[in-house]
Each structure stands twice: as structure tokens, then as C-alpha cells.
């Protein structure tokens, strides 16, 4: 019964280094999505995903590349890392909605990644 | 399009004291609401929902109304409890597309013995 799972819990970049965060769920949700947490402003939609093979631009997508190849997989790329991207990213799953504001989404989220940035 | 507002904490008690956290939302029509608890070192998960007006969502002795007069939906508990500490986020569904929820600053609650 794992759920949504997240790889590395913590990590230390420099400036420029590039990294993946990697996302599986083994609930067999259509909908992916990674948001970052920062003190003061909540969680912040990065980029998400309707299904395998596709993904769209959240709220703060800048920085940042991801890739579903796979359903149960959604990863985060950090192509040039930046002091400004040290959060913690969580990813979350859900099902597809079932029409109507009774079938609105409720989000399973990972336990999140630490990233730092120097 | 649509926000939500939480006040800020954070928010201290003593145990078996009477939580109230507040939250108003902006939204176009009457979306589902949500309240998210983070306990320390984990991922967000749902407390409870109220998915039209005048609904009470409830859970773990938390409850929240939806009150569209107000457009508020406050989260509320009678009598806290130390393992209540956490960080609690209102959220609701964005304007253009159901499935991305929109959530609020966060408040941290800290309950003493």
C-alpha cells in the first residue's frame, strides 16, 4: 500500500548541476501533479499531467521540465539549478473526475523531496 | 480566478482548547472546498471536504462549513489535543479545470500539553 512514493527525500545541488526528482503511484490515477512548498506561500502548482504522454504548465513552471512516459510515473527535471528552486517538492496523484463539483479531485501526496540549492 | 485567504499563524493552544482557523475563498460559482493537514515530516493529506453550500465536512472531531453568504469555510475543534499539531491548508479547485487544487498559506498549529 505504498501509494505516492518520491526519490531522493533530500538532496544538495550546486548552481548549474542538473537533477530529476522522480514520482510513482501505484493507485492507478490518471491525474500526476508536482507542486513546491516555500515558508509562507503554501504549495505552488508546477506542472501536472491529465495522462501518460501528456503535461501542461502549472503556476510556476519556469526552471523546470517534467515527463510522463508511463502512468504510474512523473518526473521532475531541473535542468540548471538555481538558488531560488531550494524547496520541497511534492507530488501528488488523483482520479479522474467524475463530473460535477461532487466529483472534484482529492489529492494522495508523497512525503516530499528536500532539495538545496547553493 | 480563484483563491483562498487563511490567516496566519502560528497558532497556539493548550490542549483540550477550542480551535478555530479561518478561511475565505474568491471563486467563480460554488466549487468544492477542502481542508489539508501536514503533520511534521510528511506529505499533505485530506482532513475533510464540502463539496456544495451549506455542507459541514467533518473528520477527527475537525468540522468546516461551507457558507456562501460569507464565503467562508472555517475549520473548527472543540477540544485539541497535542497530536493535533500540524499545518492545515484550505484549498479549493481551480477556475479553469477542477482537478488542480489551489491552496492557501498554510497555518501552524501548535498544541501544548
Known amino acids: 500500500n505504498a501509494g505516492v512514493t518520491q526519490t531522493p527525500k533530500f538532496r544538495v545541488l550546486k548552481t548549474g548541476q542538473s537533477m530529476t526528482l522522480l514520482c510513482a503511484q501505484d493507485?492507478?490515477?490518471?491525474?500526476m501533479y508536482w507542486y513546491r512548498q516555500d515558508p509562507g506561500m503554501g504549495l505552488r502548482l508546477i506542472h501536472y499531467?491529465?495522462?501518460?504522454?501528456?503535461?501542461a504548465k502549472g503556476e510556476v513552471p519556469d526552471g523546470y521540465n517534467v515527463s510522463r512516459l508511463k502512468k504510474q510515473n512523473f518526473l521532475l527535471g531541473l535542468e540548471s539549478a538555481a538558488p531560488s528552486q531550494t524547496s520541497v517538492y511534492f507530488c501528488?496523484?488523483?482520479?479522474?473526475?467524475?463530473?460535477?463539483?461532487?466529483?472534484?479531485?482529492?489529492?494522495?501526496f508523497g512525503a516530499g523531496s528536500r532539495l538545496t540549492v547553493l | 480566478g480563484n483563491s483562498v485567504t487563511q490567516m496566519e499563524g502560528p497558532v497556539t493552544l493548550s490542549e483540550e482548547a477550542f480551535l478555530t482557523i479561518n478561511c475565505t475563498y474568491t471563486?467563480?460559482?460554488?466549487?468544492?472546498l477542502f481542508w489539508y493537514v501536514q503533520y511534521p515530516g510528511e506529505g499533505l493529506q485530506l482532513l475533510l471536504k464540502?463539496?456544495?453550500?451549506?455542507d459541514k465536512g467533518s473528520n477527527k472531531g475537525f468540522e468546516a462549513t461551507y457558507r456562501k453568504e460569507t464565503t467562508s469555510f472555517h475549520l473548527e475543534k472543540g477540544s485539541v489535543q497535542v497530536s493535533d499539531s500540524a499545518v492545515y491548508f484550505c484549498?479549493?479547485?481551480?477556475?479553469?479545470?477542477?482537478?488542480?487544487?489551489?491552496f492557501g498559506s498554510g497555518t501552524r498549529l501548535l498544541v501544548r500539553p
Open positions: 464540502a463539496t456544495k453550500a451549506d
Open positions: 471563486a467563480t460559482g460554488y466549487p468544492s
Open positions: 493507485m492507478n490515477h490518471e491525474y
Open positions: 499531467s491529465v495522462g501518460e504522454g501528456t503535461t
Open positions: 501528488a496523484s488523483s482520479s479522474r473526475v467524475r463530473g460535477g463539483s461532487s466529483g472534484a479531485n482529492v489529492l494522495t
Open positions: 484549498a479549493l479547485p481551480g477556475m479553469d479545470s477542477s482537478y488542480k487544487l489551489i
